[in-house]
């Protein structure tokens, strides 16, 4: 998020994960750990998109979830608004990163997939 703010601030828009220098945990390992693969933009050109899903189920999180970022930048303001959330907030953000919604711009989790 912060690299996604330093760029847009700087070029006047989103980058890919390559532009702003991000590399997923797990990068050169298909974008995977034991745990979890990443996503939502890695060697493509789609801008402003995370996701990370589960490998393996976590407490009630099943195998197959998904935690979601999706940023925005408006060109009349020059600010970069994030909005987050989960395929499944209930089980798997609430009880496993209960601040992972702080993370949004309104501080809510609203997505459930990528517009």
């Known amino acids: 998020m912060k690299l996604q703010e ?5 070029k006047t828009a ?10 997923t945990p797990g990068a050169g390992n298909g974008d995977s750990t034991t745990v979890f693969k990443y996503g939502g933009q890695a ?37 970069v608004t994030f909005k987050v959330g989960s395929d499944d ?11 992972f919604c702080n993370l949004a711009t309104k501080g ?3 997505i459930t997939a990528f517009e």
């Open 89 to 99: 907030t209930a089980n798997c953000i609430t009880p496993l990163t209960p601040n």
């Open 14 to 23: 989103l980058g890919s994960f390559a532009a702003i220098g991000y590399k």
């Open 43 to 79: 060697g493509s050109s789609v801008v402003g998109k995370w996701d990370a899903e589960t490998r393996v189920g976590l407490n009630d999180c099943a195998k197959g979830k998904k935690w979601l970022v999706q940023a925005a930048y408006a060109s009349t303001s020059g600010n």
């Open 6 to 10: 330093a760029f847009a601030s700087e």
């Open 108 to 110: 809510s989790c609203e």
